[in-house]
C-alpha cells in the first residue's frame, strides 16, 4: 500500500516553488517498462506547459486536477486556438483526456494545482512530446 498524504503533497508544491518550470513530478509507477505510467504533478501559480502533442499510436494522456484550477488550451495544427477551458474540483471538469497528435497546452492559474496523470506505457523519452512548427 501506499498513502499519499497532506505533507507528502506539500513537499512536492515545496519542490515546485523551487523548479524553473514552476512543476514537480513524482512517479507513481516502479518504471518506464510498465503498462500503466502513473504521475502527480504539483504545479504553481505561471506554471505553464507549452503546446505540444504525442505522436505514437499509444499516447493518449489523461489527468484528473485534483486540486487548484489549470486552463487548457487545444490548438490547430497551423496554431490557431480551436478550444480552452479551465479545469479543476470547482469547474465543469476535472478530468481531461487528450488523443495522440492533439496539441495542448497547460497552464496553472490557481496559486497551486494538482494533478494525476495516467497514460499507456512503456514510456519511451525518445517520444515524449514533440513541438508544432509554428
Not at 508544491?13 to 512543476?23: D, M, V
Not at 513524482?26 to 504525442?54: C, M, T
Amino acid at each position: 500500500m501506499r498513502l499519499i498524504d497532506k505533507d507528502f503533497i506539500n513537499d512536492l508544491y515545496r519542490q515546485a516553488l523551487l523548479s524553473e518550470r514552476k512543476r514537480s513530478h513524482y512517479q507513481l509507477h516502479n518504471s518506464h517498462d510498465e503498462k500503466v505510467q502513473r504521475l502527480l504533478i504539483a504545479l504553481v501559480k505561471g506554471s505553464y506547459v507549452e503546446p505540444h502533442f504525442h505522436t505514437l499510436q499509444h499516447q493518449w494522456e489523461m489527468f484528473s486536477v485534483t486540486e487548484g484550477r489549470i486552463k487548457v488550451c487545444i490548438y490547430s495544427k497551423t496554431g490557431e486556438i480551436v478550444d480552452e477551458f479551465f479545469a479543476g474540483p470547482e469547474d465543469h471538469s476535472g478530468l481531461v483526456e487528450f488523443s495522440p497528435n492533439e496539441i495542448h497546452s497547460v497552464e496553472c492559474v490557481s496559486d497551486k494545482a494538482l494533478m494525476l496523470e495516467i497514460k499507456e506505457g512503456p514510456f519511451d523519452p525518445n517520444f515524449a512530446k514533440s513541438f508544432p512548427e509554428w
